[in-house]
């Protein structure tokens, strides 16, 4: 049968499939819980799926595509994720034509990015994904952190009437993904999601934000807003044990340098398994942003740069950032 975008009946059976068969043991959240743009009903045009003969679902693929800003402006990048196969439907290639499918359909639409995470990414090179870009990842227990928060500052919980006030931090970060209206009221609200703000004179100054649904519960996947006070709100994260480590993604290597100066010993690490889509509409973003791209059929290591074999970071002419709420 081709593989399509599901019917709504269709997409419930994508989501219980997910839910059965990747969900790590003992989950307490469903899928799109702690997926829920990738996953909603919203994104279902980029949903694909392939039925058998009696009409069920026998695995499927989902694509969040989201703006970027980037080194070299906006660029759009299609996030892969919940890649799953039916247990009766396995070892016939299904898997490598839904990649193949969502790829093309990125591919289609321009789109010049695509990113996956995955623990194993020999399984996606035939597809032209490489492990590329980087982010870095410190741990919070030998940290010097600091003892106290400055007089006039309260540290709370974070609320879902902070949505506004958080946007607008996050808003400040020079490389980011342009998330559509509604998205981080999902995003911050997801269960098992903990947020801490650092608050004064009546108004948001500093957000951080731990786990990711129920996903890295005890990692801080997304801090925003004055620099001083999240590394309080990093102090109040570990002393509540709700975080052991933070992720600091390109563009804000300064912060990762401070924070290794306090002892907490980041390391880089690439930031996900990127494929070239449409080489034309990067190309064409890098000409318009006075940047020269890389010779010849350029893998997206040569793009973005990465990671070399003694841990230094070696960037190339597109540099971007994936926060962990925007990864898939």
């Known amino acids: 049968m081709p593989i399509a975008v599901p019917t ?39 949903t694909l799926v392939e039925v058998d003969e ?45 990649q193949t499918a969502a790829v093309g359909a990125l ?15 020999e399984i996606y090179a035939g597809r032209g994904f490489v492990p590329a870009g980087w982010e870095w990842h410190a741990g919070l227990e030998s ?33 980011r993904t342009l998330r559509q209206a509604g998205d981080a009221a999902q995003l911050y609200g997801m269960r098992g999601t903990r947020g801490l703000v650092a ?12 786990g990711k649904g129920a996903d890295f519960p005890s990692y801080v996947t997304e801090w925003d807003g004055d620099q001083d006070l999240v590394l309080c709100l990093l102090a109040e994260a570990r002393r509540a044990g709700l975080a052991a480590a933070i992720l600091v993604p390109a563009g804000e290597d300064a912060f990762a340098g401070r924070l290794a100066g306090l002892g907490a010993l980041p390391v880089a ?36 740069g990465g990671v070399g074999d ?3 970071v070696e960037p190339g002419p597109l540099t971007l950032a994936v926060w962990g709420f925007d990864s898939v």
Do not use: K, M
């Open 8 to 46: 709504d009946t269709q997409h419930a059976e994508y989501l219980a499939l997910v839910n059965a068969e990747i969900r790590p043991a003992g989950a307490g959240t469903s899928a799109v819980e702690d997926f829920p743009l990738a996953l909603g009903a919203a994104n279902r045009a980029w």
């Open 143 to 175: 940290a010097a952190l600091p003892s106290a928060v400055p007089a006039g500052v309260t540290v709370r919980a974070w609320r879902p009437g902070d949505v506004g006030a958080t946007e607008l931090l996050y808003g400040a970060h020079r490389l």
């Open 269 to 304: 690490l690439p930031s996900g398994c990127w494929a070239v889509t449409s080489p034309a509409a990067l190309a064409a973003a890098a000409r318009a942003a006075g940047v020269s791209a890389p010779a010849g059929a350029a893998s997206a290591r040569d793009w973005l």
């Open 199 to 210: 608050e004064a004179g009546g108004a948001v100054r500093a957000a951080l934000f731990c």
């Open 310 to 312: 003694g841990g230094d």
């Open 107 to 121: 591919a289609r639409q321009d789109v010049p990015l695509a990113a996956l995470w995955t623990d194993r990414p």
């Open 54 to 98: 009696a009409g069920r679902v026998a695995g499927g693929i989902a694509t969040l595509v989201r703006t970027f800003t980037s080194s070299c402006g906006e660029i759009a990048v299609g996030a892969v994720g919940s890649v799953v196969t039916r247990p009766d439907c396995r070892g016939r290639g299904l898997s490598a034509r839904l």
